[in-house]
C-alpha cells in the first residue's frame, strides 16, 4: 500500500462546479497535512494547511478525517483558472500524493 | 522574507555525463532541505533530506548524491548519468520541527539523451 494516495482523476468540470478530491495516508502518526496546486511544468505551491478541525480559504475547504485516515479539499464554484494538479502531503513522512488532475471547462 | 534558488532551470546531458545540481536557501537559518524527483506524469518521489550540514539521509537506493556543505546549500550529484534520470528535480525547504509546509524551489527540468 502507498503510503499517500489520491483519487486518480482527472476531474474534468464545468465552471461553477463543486468538485471534491480525497488523499489517504497509511501512517497513523501523521500529525501535518497540506494541499498543493502545481501548474502544468511548474513547481508545487503551498495552497492550504489541513487543521483538525477542517478548515476554509474562499472557496476552498479543507477538511481531515484522523479515524478513517484521510484528508480532503472541496473546492466550490470552480474557475478555470482552478485547472490544474493537486497534491497532498503529509509532513511527518514529508511524502506526496501522485496528484489529481483538475480541468475546469467554460 | 525566504527564498529559495535552484539552477539551472533546463539541462540536457548525454548517458554517462557526471550532474551537479544546487539548491541556496535565504532568509532563514538552519532549515531542513530535501530533494524530489517528478518523473513524467508522475508524483513527487523524496530522494533525500537534511537535517543540517553534512547531515543527508537517503530515501531511495540509486546513482545519485546528495551533500549539504553549507547550512543553506544543498547540492545533488551524480558521477554517471542514466536515461532514468531524467526528471523535474525539485529542491524544498522548510523549518524543521515546524508544520509550516514545504517550499519549493522553481525546478530543474533535466533530460538525459
Known amino acids: 500500500r502507498k503510503e499517500v494516495e489520491q483519487d486518480p482523476g482527472p476531474f474534468n468540470v464545468p465552471e461553477g462546479a463543486t468538485v471534491a478530491f480525497n488523499c489517504t495516508y497509511s501512517?497513523?502518526?501523521?500529525?501535518?497535512f497540506f494541499w498543493y496546486r502545481q501548474d502544468c511544468r511548474k513547481e508545487p505551491k503551498l495552497l492550504m494547511s489541513?487543521?483538525?478541525s477542517g478548515n476554509e480559504d474562499g472557496r476552498f475547504t479543507a477538511q481531515l478525517n484522523r479515524a478513517s485516515q484521510y484528508i480532503s479539499l472541496l473546492i466550490r464554484d470552480s474557475k478555470l483558472s482552478d485547472s490544474a494538479t493537486y497534491l497532498c502531503a503529509v509532513s511527518f513522512d514529508m511524502r506526496f500524493g501522485a496528484g489529481t488532475r483538475l480541468t475546469v471547462k467554460p | 522574507s525566504q527564498t529559495i534558488h535552484q539552477w539551472p532551470a533546463t539541462l540536457v546531458q548525454p548517458v554517462g555525463s557526471p550532474l551537479s545540481l544546487e539548491c541556496t536557501v535565504e532568509g532563514t537559518s538552519n532549515p531542513n532541505l530535501y530533494w524530489y524527483r517528478q518523473a513524467a506524469g508522475r508524483g513527487l518521489q523524496l530522494l533525500f533530506y537534511s537535517v543540517g550540514i553534512g547531515q543527508i539521509s537517503s530515501e531511495v537506493p540509486q546513482n545519485l548524491s546528495a551533500s549539504r556543505p553549507q547550512d543553506r546549500q544543498f547540492i545533488l550529484s551524480s558521477k554517471k548519468l542514466l536515461l532514468s534520470d531524467s526528471g523535474f528535480y525539485l529542491c524544498?525547504?522548510?523549518?524543521?520541527?515546524?508544520?509550516?509546509?514545504?517550499?519549493f524551489g522553481s525546478g530543474t527540468r533535466l533530460t538525459v539523451v
Open positions: 524544498a525547504w522548510s523549518v524543521g520541527g515546524v508544520p509550516y509546509g514545504y517550499t
Open positions: 501512517n497513523s502518526a501523521s500529525q501535518s
Open positions: 489541513v487543521y483538525s
